[in-house]
């Protein structure tokens, strides 16, 4: 059975108490105890349950690198602690994970509590761009990390979250668009696992909005074609009057990060890199055979996702033609359908 942990940055929020709550709740769903570590930035966070980390940097992606190197599990689930998980969370979970053995990540909804106040309902409507995507499509190229599971090799490979020169933002849309260049991608999309966010004041919302288009440009230099305007930026905050301020004032703030420049569309990693071929099934009629193919397949580099009878799915990562090295007599390497 797969191994599961459940990762958590936090700065000492006491909305922690309620993601821990509904952490325990859901692996006495599952049946299985849950490996949960917190990466605390706060010094002061107390988490019954799970075991706790430090993180003296005090960063999002440093917290969730932190937990995820703690963690046991062979499967990484990402919440934020001012979210909680619904009780069937976990459950929902691995069985898409062994349904879906190709797949390296999936991306579950992430809700916004609205609270008691109308303004403030109608703010959360506006921020349900990227935390809904998933009701709309079957993958995207990247997902929010208040509800997103990886597997650890894929985590891996790609060396964890990227250290940004924000505390927050940008991280997750970071990891998406290299999980796509070097074939892992796309993240798959499951609107059945379900992360309540607690609510937030307008005020907040509105930071927040002005960091997203700041963290959007970073993302942009990393990744020469993300602010191409073919971008859909639709995906952001819906089409409503409100939408549209906000939307508006994410571009203020990214052109008073920095000051636009022209981006190539050609220069970007296609998402197709996840779905045209990369994939690759190991076979062999000898188990020690298949576990020395793996090995060197390991070893050079590749990621080895899954293990079924007498086959190992293994992603092929860097450009084609993808160095192989030599595999033992009696071991094919085929492209997996």
């Not at 009780?87 to 390296?104: F, K, N």
């Amino acid at each position: 059975m797969t191994r599961l942990s459940v990762c958590v940055p936090t700065i000492g929020r006491a909305s922690l108490d309620a993601l821990t709550a509904s952490v325990e709740a859901a692996s006495e769903r599952l049946g299985a105890p849950v490996d949960l570590v917190v990466a605390d930035a706060s010094g002061s966070a107390r988490a019954p349950g799970a075991r706790v980390v430090p993180n003296p940097s005090g960063t999002a992606s440093a917290g969730r690198n932190a937990a995820a190197a703690a963690a046991t599990g062979d499967l990484l689930l990402f919440v934020d602690d001012d979210c909680r998980l619904d009780p069937e969370h976990l459950v929902l979970l691995l069985s898409r994970v062994e349904r879906e053995p190709r797949a390296v990540g999936w991306s579950g909804l992430t809700r916004r509590d609205p609270g008691d106040d109308p303004l403030q309902r109608a703010w959360a409507e506006l921020f349900d761009g990227p935390f809904s995507a998933p009701l709309r499509v079957d993958w995207v190229r990247w997902a929010p990390s208040t509800n997103l599971a990886l597997r650890r090799a894929a985590f891996e490979a790609l060396g964890g979250f990227a250290a940004l020169p924000l505390p927050v933002g940008g991280e997750d849309i970071d990891l998406g668009l290299r999980l796509a260049a070097v074939g892992l991608g796309p993240i798959r999309c499951a609107p059945e696992l379900i992360a309540h966010h607690a609510p937030e004041a307008p005020e907040r919302l509105l930071e927040k909005a002005a960091r997203y288009g700041a963290s959007h440009q970073l993302v942009g230099d990393r990744h020469p074609g993300y602010l191409d305007r073919r971008r859909p930026r639709a995906l952001l905050f819906p089409d409503t009057p409100g939408g549209r301020l906000l939307r508006a004032f994410t571009r203020g703030a990214e052109r008073v990060h920095r000051p636009p420049r022209p981006y190539s569309a050609d220069a970007m990693a296609d998402v197709r890199n996840g779905r045209d071929g990369r994939l690759a099934a190991l076979r062999a009629a000898r188990d020690d055979l298949l576990d020395a193919a793996a090995r060197a397949l390991e070893e050079a580099g590749h990621v080895v996702l899954e293990r079924g009878v007498g086959e190992v799915l293994v992603v092929l990562r860097g450009p084609a033609p993808w160095p192989r090295p030599p595999l033992p007599a009696g071991v094919t390497l085929e492209r997996a359908r």
